[in-house]
Antibody, heavy 118, light 109 residues
Framework: QVQLVQSGAEVKKPGASVKVSCKASGYTFTSYYMHWVRQAPGQGLEWMGIINPGGSTSYAQKFQGRVTVTRDTSTSTVYMELSSLRSEDTAIYYC????????????WGQGTLVTVAS | QSALTQPRSVSGSPGQSVTISCTGTSSDVGGYNFVSWYQQHPDKAPKVMIYDVSKRPSGVPDRFSGSKSGNTASLTISGLQAEDEADYYCCSYAGSSYVFGPGTKVTVL
């Protein structure tokens, strides 16, 4: 069965960077795109970016220059690094697999809480 | 990219139907048949309920249905059940990015 298991909660100071991991299993990792979506406390979902099977990435304009999504095919893991953190970046960060049949998110990780506080 | 527009909340009694609207623009909802809907219970990850405007993934009850007219998509829950109480988010492909609505809280009275 498809599983996306994310790394644990993080607490960071303003200006720092955070790197969240998402380990995939139960499917052919190199055949699927992966997205990152975040959710601030009590707020809605926000799309951040995507990495394709070839390793190319595309990011939401809002995060351009601050977010980097990478992958390690040897461990079937995708990473999302967000830099220059500010308090507004406090959120739950989800990885979500792109459906092979269309443009939607068919499986989600459990989420990783990133707290930015001085 | 601006977020899509959804009502903040809707409510209904068990067995009734509720409909959630999701309004975008010709650059997202109106431009592609790639609208999806996600259900999120408290402290849980979202779960897809509808994709490609009106398709249901395997395992999603048929009381959930989707449609679209112009720049507005809709999710209808027929025969409302207690377990349907949750937040619902619409999402649209926007040509190299994705945009979500702010979410609608569905309350079962």
């Amino acid at each position: 069965q498809v599983q996306l298991v994310q790394s644990g909660a993080e607490v960071k100071k303003p200006g720092a960077s955070v790197k969240v991991s998402c380990k995939a299993s139960g499917y052919t990792f190199t055949s699927y795109y992966m997205h990152w979506v975040r959710q601030a406390p009590g707020q809605g979902l926000e799309w951040m970016g995507i990495i394709n099977p070839g390793g190319s990435t595309s990011y939401a304009q809002k995060f351009q220059g601050r977010v980097t999504v990478t992958r390690d095919t040897s461990t079937s893991t995708v990473y999302m690094e967000l830099s220059s953190l500010r308090s507004e970046d406090t959120a739950i960060y989800y990885c979500a697999r792109d459906s092979p049949s269309s443009n939607f998110f068919d499986y989600w990780g459990q989420g990783t809480l990133v707290t930015v506080a001085s | 990219q601006s977020a899509l527009t959804q009502p903040r909340s809707v409510s209904g009694s068990p067995g009734q139907s509720v409909t959630i609207s999701c309004t975008g623009t010709s650059s997202d909802v109106g431009g592609y048949n790639f609208v999806s809907w996600y259900q999120q219970h408290p402290d849980k990850a979202p779960k897809v309920m509808i994709y490609d405007v009106s398709k249901r993934p395997s395992g999603v009850p048929d009381r959930f249905s989707g449609s679209k007219s112009g720049n507005t998509a809709s999710l209808t829950i027929s025969g409302l059940q207690a377990e349907d109480e949750a937040d619902y988010y619409c999402c649209s492909y926007a040509g190299s990015s994705y945009v979500f609505g702010p979410g609608t809280k569905v309350t079962v009275l």
